[in-house]
């Protein structure tokens, strides 16, 4: 339990001591402290190349994903009528419009229908959820092979409220329907996350179920899209558009980064793997990260993600009203970056796991916990590290290293400012349409965005995530908070 509680409180001591070094440490040692930041820019520069390239690559990925019939590819498989794919869509307190349009977009998948089973994963605490998944049955549930409504019980000693328990119970429940009471084989189905307003591509299932009769160790895999919030990204605010657009090209670059690939948000894989690792725990928040590395544990490392070149569209944070969407970005933000809390579990299953490549482990461990740890520091060094040195050390600001350094710093920076201008094009690719009801000069304005991301970054990733670690430092616990849904 001390163990616990000591690497509860590091990612927290570590981000908020490297934050205030930039203080001490360019009163005390200048010298050092101008290295790092120029250090730090050119590894800022180093991970600027490397998205720009990734996201390049996938971009022509999936654009020539989504022209290929992948239903044409399934059929050369003798077995492909054996594949069965349960979809658990995640219901809380949404409005019904929402899971609505996911279920009419569920309808248009190349893949035969009467091969998806489809389970409303509805909470007890929202009883409404449960009625409107009963009148959509009604319609829309009789167009798939399965239809099945689940209901989790609101109160259950030692589980946490929220997505990752609602899964657990909804996955078992399936399984029993589907598996003991009807037959399904169980080593041809897949099992699919879905968020309420998760808005899969037309050909996912046909796309996925290729890659699960292609893979021999196709019970030891992760299947992920990429993950973008298209579904209203022309409806809100310029400043939660910029940290999304950002968000968006992150998720599309990180498909051909099979080394740093994690299932995120909406994911799929076997169900011979779910139920084989104990389905989702139910007392945690983040659940994508925790289901991946349980595996990855429980079956000695042999786990990975293999990417599905195929866009996942889901809904940013909205309100009505501007402020209120301001609020809702930085809660979802905030939920994300809780992340961190998993670190303590992931270093045990570390540490106590012998069997699993000793590189192949650490490699993974020092990714996520590198990207955990820099997630609100990022911000500080890049933006007002140059700064902040010569403002608390005068006397180093008349030095020859103390003139330079903003134009030094500057200078490596610009690099990014041409990788920044790719990903922007990249991402008004992929980005649909412009919808009737929005005005032209949203679009003139677009490319312009990018002058107040130094803004969003602060407001929308830097300080939610030392909101997160500095309360997993104190042991502020955080609770299950849904993000609203607006039609």
Do not use: C
Request: hydrophobic content about 45%; aromatic content about 14%.
């Amino acid at each position: 339990m001390k163990r616990k509680r000591f690497l509860e409180i590091l990612p927290g001591f570590i981000s908020w001591n490297m934050i205030l070094f930039l203080v001490w440490g360019g009163y005390f040692f200048p010298v050092f402290t101008a290295y790092f930041i120029l250090s730090f820019d050119v590894f800022w520069v180093w991970k600027g190349l490397s998205l720009t390239l990734a996201a390049i690559v996938s971009h022509f990925r999936i654009k020539a994903s989504e022209k290929l019939d992948w239903m044409g590819e399934v059929r050369g498989f003798g077995d492909w009528t054996k594949v069965r794919h349960i979809v658990l869509l995640m219901v809380a307190n949404e409005p019904a419009e929402t899971y609505r349009k996911t279920l009419e977009a569920l309808t248009k998948q190349t893949f035969p229908l009467k091969q998806i089973a489809v389970v409303m994963a509805t909470e007890e605490r929202f009883p409404k959820g449960k009625e409107e998944a009963e009148k959509l049955g009604a319609t829309l549930g009789k167009k798939f092979g399965a239809y099945i409504i689940t209901v989790h019980p609101a109160n259950i000693p030692g589980e946490i409220k929220g997505k990752s328990s609602n899964e657990a119970w909804a996955g078992k429940e399936a399984k029993q329907n589907l598996v003991d009471g009807r037959a399904w084989d169980m080593n041809f189905i897949t099992i699919t996350s879905n968020d309420a307003d998760a808005i899969l591509h037309p050909q996912y299932f046909a796309y996925l179920t290729f890659k699960f009769l292609d893979d021999p160790h196709r019970y030891e895999k992760f299947w992920q899209p990429a993950i973008v919030f298209y579904n209203n990204i022309w409806r809100i605010p310029a400043l939660t558009r910029a940290i999304n657009v950002f968000s968006n090209v992150w998720q599309i670059g990180l498909l051909v980064r099979k080394d740093r690939l994690i299932n995120f948000s909406n994911y799929s894989s076997s169900l011979k793997l779910v139920d084989g690792i104990g389905y989702w725990d139910t007392d945690v928040i983040p659940e994508d990260y925790r289901i991946f590395f349980k595996a990855f544990f429980k079956l000695n490392g042999k786990v990975e993600v293999e990417p599905i070149f195929l866009p996942s569209s889901g809904d940013a944070a909205e309100s009505t009203s501007i402020w209120k969407t301001l609020i809702n970005e930085y809660e979802q933000k905030k939920r994300w970056a809780w992340g961190v809390s998993d670190l303590p579990l992931f270093i045990e299953m570390y540490l106590k796991q012998p069997r699993v490549s000793f590189i192949n482990k650490t490699l993974r461990i020092l990714r996520v916990t590198t990207d955990h740890l820099l997630w609100p520091v990022n911000w500080f060094i890049i933006t007002i590290g140059v700064s902040v040195v010569t403002l608390v050390n005068p006397v180093f600001k008349r030095t020859t290293l103390g003139f330079m350094l903003p134009q030094i710093s500057s200078g490596i920076l610009t690099f990014t400012l041409v990788f920044l201008i790719i990903l922007l094009m990249i991402e008004f690719r992929h980005r649909p349409k412009r919808p009737a009801d929005i005005p032209k000069w949203k679009i003139l304005l677009t490319p312009f965005e990018f002058v107040i991301m130094p803004i969003t970054g602060f407001f929308f990733n830097a300080l939610p995530g030392l909101d997160a670690h500095t309360r997993l430092m104190l042991g502020k616990y955080l609770e299950y908070r849904i993000t609203e849904k607006v039609e």
